[in-house]
């Protein structure tokens, strides 16, 4: 991580408390126990209000002795909230803080399953669900592009920290299967007391869709090891940080480097409700634990504030010692506390409230982190030194006539005369020694010759039109490509691109994917042993929300009618078909940028002939005075704004053309990875349904043995083993089913 920077001047300093949010997860069973209201003007209040007689479902007291809580946020964010209002109201000032040289940290804290990596990460399905750090990067990169006056730079790490042990999300290496299989990253201290994480990897991200990318992969490797490990996201800390640095902000010598920390706590629920043993318990353990000292931390901060102690232990654990900086350090922190409105998690809930309560009080001491750059400032120097000398030479008269100047004296003098012309310091000075009679001569006609082609490129100027030119080349091989992508999408094109052509598909329930590989056919019977030891000998209700219980024979029997049948009532495969939706319209989109971008550039080159076409003439007529040809008349004029004008409209298109194209990207990895898991749930669902329809076992009957024995079927409950006549008949046909959709697959 890089260290913080320090100016020599007195640094801007700003001391102010964590901002608290509650966000509240949607549930169609809201306990209506509690009650948002304005609080005296400072932000909202949430009043709970408990029936003393309130129990769960569980058949335990909610609360039997207090009833009644109120506790103050800087905003209670409603169910219906949308991401990107999230985003509006959280993220774009802390975004914008961090863009300005401030560090800056949104941390998500709530029990398990009310919303924390929905809201940071955001919902891996929909495109509108895209959360602080998807629409974040989106911003840092935009705001890159439109603050050109100084140089920008965007380093990305991903770590999740599990049991103590923190591990490297931004591994590129494909074989990772589990948590400990990703780089461990150490966490050292310094004889400053000051934290560095050893081993955590920092990519350099170029665009927004690098950075996109870099996202993916520690999603990707986060996913993995959450299969691994049991939804092991419960358990693990997630934190995904850019380092910014901006360097001569409006021409000055000055550096700006800051961190924004977006943080996924694991869930704060207490160990006795986890009904945890052997490795989970230890886990709950650890994850208590590591949350514990976090608590720790922000009674001590409480303390510290009323003079009351000065210890802080951060160095308890690896989270708090990471977050030190934004506990009560140098950083703009925002926390949002997630919460559920059931009437089950009341408790969870209220304890959550609390909890924020207590970090609200913590206060931070934000610095601009903000310093010279030693190497312009030296430079910078020794010119000054130079220039000074010949200023003193002149006065004291020793300036002479000066001889003539060589050319690489000139090309000097006009390096000079750019720098003093392209600099926004007010303050900056021309910087020319020794200074002679010819020099200043050659001086003042360096400039007037800037002058004169600053004023002639406003039009038609050579310079400028070199530029135009330049970057109208750049920009169509740019647009050449998105169009191409526009037109392959919707099949006018040669070869579509990977992405764009399986787009194009219908679902379908084939696996071209899985054609390629190698694939072992086991023999039936050790495949149907696979399969009964993963459905663990007892067949779910329903799989991806999908009931298994198919009473139509035909569906059942039939691979195609099963996978119609499946998709219709799939959850998941909605919600592609709304991606799809989004995908098409983004595409209409950039397809109408495109042509205007296109229709734009036609206009500006039509503009520039006709320009041209008005020289000449005036040529012609004999106006050859220097003078006059700089003036334009009327008609050039009217021509030189009207490219001005398009040239704005070129701008305004092609920024929404980049736009598109990243959204595009990120609609197309979406639909990807939702392709993948419908086709892995309907492979399992139909694998169920399978077995279950040659079985021939009715409704429920795996759960409730059947009462009579004229239902001839073999339930697990009275025989774990089936008969050997059972296991022949049901390998034959659950091979043959599978054979027969296999055959399906391969022809489509
Ligand atoms: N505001 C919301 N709108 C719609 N769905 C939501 C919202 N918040 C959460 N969800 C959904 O609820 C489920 C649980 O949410 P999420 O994974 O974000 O919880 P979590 O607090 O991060 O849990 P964990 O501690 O296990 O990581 C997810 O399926 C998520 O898509």
Not at 347 to 365: G, M, P, W
Not at 436 to 457: E, G, H, P, W
Not at 523 to 534: N, V
């Amino acid at each position: 991580m890089p260290a913080e920077a320090k100016d020599d001047a007195a640094p801007k300093r700003k001391s102010e408390g964590i901002t608290v949010f509650l966000r509240m997860r949607p549930t169609k069973h809201p306990s209506k126990f509690y009650d948002v209201g304005d609080n005296e003007g400072k932000g909202q209040s949430l009043r709970w209000d408990i029936p003393p007689d309130a129990v769960t479902k569980d058949g335990e007291y909610i609360n039997n002795t207090k009833t009644q809580w109120a506790f103050k946020f800087d905003q209670v964010l409603p169910m219906d909230i949308s991401q990107a209002q999230v985003f509006d109201r959280v993220g774009k000032h802390v975004v914008q803080n961090a863009l300005d040289g401030y560090n800056s940290t949104v941390f998500a804290y709530g029990q398990t399953g009310s919303g924390k990596t929905f809201t940071i990460t955001g919902g891996s399905e929909r495109y509108e669900d895209r959360g602080i750090i998807p629409r974040a990067l989106s911003m840092i990169f935009q705001a890159f592009r439109e603050r050109s006056d100084c140089s920008w730079s965007a380093h990305v790490s991903y770590m999740e920290i599990y049991n103590e042990q923190g591990f490297d999300l931004l591994n590129e290496s494909s074989g990772a299967k589990a948590l400990q299989d990703l780089p461990r990253v150490r966490m050292m201290e310094d004889e400053h007391g000051n934290f560095h994480l050893r081993n955590l990897s920092m990519h350099r991200a170029t665009s927004e869709e690098e950075a996109l990318n870099l996202l993916f992969l520690g999603d990707t490797n986060r996913a993995i090891s959450e299969t691994a490990m049991n939804q092991a996201s419960s358990r693990s800390h997630c934190l995904f940080t850019v380092f910014l640095e901006c360097r001569g902000a409006g021409g000055s010598d000055k550096v700006r480097r800051s961190k924004l920390h977006l943080v996924d706590l694991a869930g704060s629920e207490r160990v006795h409700k986890t009904k945890s043993d052997g490795i989970t318990l230890n886990e709950a353990k650890y994850i208590n634990t590591s949350l514990f000292y976090l608590e720790m931390v922000i009674v001590a901060l409480n303390e510290k504030n009323k003079k009351a102690r000065d210890h802080i232990p951060y160095r308890n654990s690896m989270m708090t010692s990471v977050l030190r900086d934004s506990l009560g350090g140098n950083c703009r922190t925002v926390m949002i506390a997630t919460c559920s409105a059931e009437k089950p998690q009341t408790e969870e809930s209220i304890s959550t409230c609390r909890f924020a309560q207590r970090v609200a009080l913590v206060k931070n001491d934000a610095v601009l982190n903000e310093e010279t750059d030693p190497s312009v400032h030296d430079s910078t120097l020794k010119s000054e030194v130079s220039t000074l000398r010949a200023e003193i030479g002149y006065l004291k008269g020793e300036a002479g006539e000066g001889d003539e100047l060589t050319d690489a004296e000139r090309a000097e003098l006009h390096s000079a005369c750019e720098v003093y012309v392209k600099s926004r310091d007010p303050d900056e000075t021309l910087r020319v020694a020794p200074l002679t009679l010819t020099r200043i001569r050659d001086c003042f006609a360096l400039l007037k010759n800037m002058v004169l082609q600053a004023l002639a490129s406003q039009g038609t100027g050579g310079s400028t039109d070199e530029q135009l030119k330049a970057t109208l080349k750049e920009r169509d091989n740019e647009i050449a490509i998105l169009v191409n992508m526009v037109r392959q999408a919707r099949g006018g094109g040669t070869a579509p691109t990977p992405s764009i052509a399986s787009e194009a598909k219908e679902f379908s329930p084939p696996s071209s994917e899985k054609k390629a590989e190698p694939v072992r056919r086991l023999d039936p019977r050790e495949q149907l042993a696979e399969d009964r030891a993963r459905m663990k000998h007892r067949l779910p209700d329903e799989v991806a929300g999908v009931s298994i219980y198919v009473d139509d024979a035909e569906v059942r029997d039939d691979p195609k009618r099963a996978w119609l049948y499946f998709r219709e009532k799939c959850r998941i495969a909605h919600v592609l078909e709304d991606n799809k939706r989004v995908l098409k319209e983004k595409y209409c989109e950039a397809k109408a940028c495109g042509e205007k971008v296109n229709a734009t550039r036609k206009a500006i080159a039509y503009l520039k002939q006709s320009i041209e076409a008005i020289r000449r003439e005036r040529a012609i007529e004999g106006v050859v005075n220097e003078d006059d040809l700089q003036k334009a008349d009327p008609e050039e004029q009217r021509k030189i704004d009207a490219i001005a004008q398009e040239k704005e409209v070129y701008k305004q298109n092609f920024e929404s053309l980049r736009r598109l194209k990243t959204e595009i990207e990120h609609v197309q990895k979406m639909l990807e990875s939702g392709r993948k898991k419908l086709q892995k749930e309907y492979d399992e669902w139909y694998a169920h349904v399978l077995r279950r329809g040659h079985n021939k076992q009715p409704t429920n009957a795996w759960a409730t043995p059947p009462a009579s024995p004229a239902q001839s079927a073999v339930s697990p409950t009275q025989s774990s083993q089936p008969k050997e006549e059972d296991d022949n008949e049901d390998v034959r046909a659950f091979y043959a089913a599978k054979a027969e959709l296999e055959a399906l697959r391969a022809k489509q």
